[in-house]
């Protein structure tokens, strides 16, 4: 049985606490959607005729080669949206505005990382047309390479302009692309390859961080040599890679196998006609972790990710002609895929990226590109908002930002002291704040304010995009009263929804629709208060939100175990100020071998290793034996209050050895 989200004291007093903050009556009546009665009627109409408002929004949003006849398929729990039709993405991001005014805007604003020695960062900008250049040069370089319609693509990549150019490139011609976020390891980079059979890797000498580079080709070339446990290689199905000169850094090709990106352009022109794409063909696949330790590979499909991206992007930021807007996010998580490339460049939106992090050289990083820029909308995760905040306001007010409009907040809840600073701060207290709930699954944003018509309070992600019908239940999939914990369900399919696990459709069925009967299930505990604004408290399995980074626990179990002094361990989270949640490992050790303060160094520099940095545990604690139940089930509920410092609370009669609890609690005191 999942466990039930408990509402903590300090968040039901927020709940009547908290200040209401409305929009301005001039940003209203410029918004997309202008009143809170406005958005009710949109909202009725989408949940009480869905076919008929999803109709009229394809219609209207998209650039079709062939219209659809019927707009929703579904039998639970395959969903089929817009059936029937056929659209190329890049051909609706970068094609449709060949021809107008948009053509000659700036598509991506680009800021390398500064150099170690105080040097400004690399620039480049794209417009439309330009950047349809490229797209079609690289995709004629895929097809060059062997790369044809349904094939898979890894994306392992920096965050330079060839990451989205790579991206809309498959989409051209058909192919599905898997983007690795840089920071993950060889082994990751091995499993997904295996995972999905992809046909060909794109990667690059590597890319800057904190002034050091991260060795992105050594990584691929050692995730191309790992063996399975048959002996075999994990990645056998690669027959090409494509390398990006980024660094200059010595890099090993392989002869026969890789291949320079710039070299393969002199081969290729820049003609390339957008393949024509059924709406429910593939598009991408993302991974993301699971409970059970194997990363998922969420499976997104053409028309109805595309519409959800454009018009959720449209709406939710309210954008318009003139915005400069910057998302902060990587494009191997979900949210750069969405809010990075497909949604802003559907909408002609011009965007900016960045290589490296908030913090270097200095901690205004951010402020400096957003008064270097002029940007107008903002969109980053609440762990950077709380960095900001330990840094000081005089980073921030050292720099003009009065070019903002509009603030957003994603991949974990804002907590309200983070919410106020953001506003006042970094807003000038001007700002509406979208505060948005979505997932790798979902596609797009599903709860989230519309600046112009809701309402905000700090802390919660207020009401349903439309077309969303989410609900609080309890265990029995019942819905629960208002201000009352329980977890969070849509309940009606929405167009961007993922159509599936990769190679796993009993899987996709058990993880997301078996939970609770008739209804798509999140993972997370949720409360709606007397407004009908819903509060999310976090996730309810076992799969941590770590600065806004999901990370599964059994993976980070099973780096662990690998190490040779770790006999069993297990792994929770303890809240983090400014991470959101922190990784706690409790490990058990093979005999003969000594706990001392350099070994647990060394455990999350293994798991760092094995999984990538964003997975390194914050916490090792070395215990005799872990506390199971007399079946052998580790309790890892008792194991989070350990960590976070709480009363052991609850019932402990099915404990096998309660001792174990108390040297525990006692170990690292």
Not at 238 to 261: I, N, P, S
Request: glycine residues 10%.
């Amino acid at each position: 049985m999942s466990k039930k989200p408990v509402a903590s004291n300090n968040i039901r007093s927020l709940l009547n606490e908290t200040r209401v903050f409305k929009p301005s009556k001039d940003f209203s009546a410029a918004a997309h959607v202008g009143s809170l009665a406005a958005y009710k009627k949109l909202w009725t109409e989408s949940v009480r005729q869905p076919e008929r408002f999803w109709a009229r929004h394809a219609k209207a949003e998209l650039a079709w080669q062939r219209p659809f006849k019927k707009v929703l398929q579904w039998k639970e729990p395959v969903a089929k949206w817009f059936v029937g039709g056929q659209l190329n993405v890049s051909a609706n991001c970068l094609d449709k505005w060949l021809g107008t005014a948009t053509a000659n805007k700036a598509a991506l604003i680009w800021e390398g990382e500064p150099a170690t020695d105080g040097r400004p960062g690399e620039e480049r900008v794209y417009t439309f047309a330009q950047l349809h250049r490229e797209v079609c040069r690289f995709a004629n370089v895929l097809r060059r390479n062997g790369v044809k319609k349904g094939d898979r693509v890894i994306l392992y990549l920096p965050m330079v302009p060839e990451a989205a150019i790579a991206m809309l490139a498959c989409t051209r011609i058909g192919a599905i692309h898997s983007v690795v976020f840089g920071g993950f390891s060889a082994q990751s980079v091995a499993d997904r390859i295996h995972d999905c059979g992809a046909k060909l890797v794109v990667t690059s000498d590597g890319g800057y961080r904190r002034g050091g580079i991260v060795p992105l080709k050594k990584n691929v070339d050692d995730a191309l040599a790992i063996h399975d446990a048959a002996g075999g290689l994990l990645a056998r199905t690669v027959e090409k890679v494509v390398v990006l000169r980024r660094t200059g850094h010595e890099v090993h090709m392989a002869e026969g196998r890789d291949v320079w990106w710039h070299r393969e352009l002199e081969y290729v022109d820049s003609r390339c006609e957008p393949a024509r794409m059924d709406s429910e063909s593939p598009l991408f696949i993302l991974y993301t972790s699971g409970s059970t330790g194997k990363p998922k590979g969420i499976l997104h499909t053409t028309a109805g990710y595309l519409l959800g991206a454009k018009l959720t992007h449209k709406l939710v930021f309210d954008v318009r002609d003139d915005d400069v807007y910057w998302c902060t996010a990587d494009v191997g998580w979900v949210t750069g895929h969405s809010y990075i490339v497909y949604g802003p460049l559907a909408n002609g939106t011009t965007c900016v990226m960045y290589e490296g992090a908030p913090n270097w050289p200095e901690n205004d990083r951010f402020w400096r590109i957003i008064e270097k820029y002029r940007v107008t909308i903002l969109y980053t995760a609440p762990t950077a908002i709380r960095a900001f905040m330990k840094w000081g306001d005089a980073w921030v007010t050292r720099h003009d930002l009065s070019s903002l409009r509009l603030l957003g907040s994603v991949g974990e809840p804002i907590n309200p002291e983070a919410w106020m600073w953001y506003h006042k701060v970094v807003g000038g207290g001007r700002c509406p704040i979208v505060d948005t709930w979505w997932q790798t699954e979902t596609g797009s944003i599903l709860i989230s304010p519309l600046p112009g018509a809701t309402p905000l309070k700090p802390g919660t992600a207020t009401l349903p995009f439309l077309g969303v019908l989410p609900e609080v239940v309890d265990d029995a999939g019942k819905a629960v009263p208002r201000n009352t914990g329980g977890k969070l369900v849509i309940r009606k399919p929405w167009p961007s929804m993922l159509r599936g696990i990769w190679g796993d459709p009993a899987r996709y069925k058990q993880t997301y629709w078996s939970e609770v009967k008739g209804s798509y299930f999140t993972g997370d505990g949720c409360r709606q208060d007397e407004d009908g604004y819903f509060w999310i408290v976090g996730r309810i399995d076992d799969v941590l939100n770590v600065a806004g980074h999901r990370i599964g626990t059994a993976e980070v179990e099973s780096a662990l175990v690998s190490h040779p002094s770790v006999a069993e361990a297990a792994v929770v989270g303890r809240p983090d100020e400014l991470k959101g949640q922190a990784l706690v490992c409790f490990v058990t050790l093979k005999t003969g071998v000594d706990a001392h303060p350099g070994l647990k160094n060394e455990l999350r520099q293994h798991v760092g290793k094995e999984i990538g940095p964003v997975a390194r545990p914050d916490d090792v604690r070395f215990a005799e034996a872990l506390p199971k139940t007399r079946s052998g089930k580790i309790m890892r509920r008792l194991l989070k209050q350990i960590a976070s410092g709480a009363e052991i609370k609850g019932d402990t009669t099915t404990l096998e050895d309660f001792s174990v609890v108390a040297k525990l609690s006692q170990s690292d005191e």
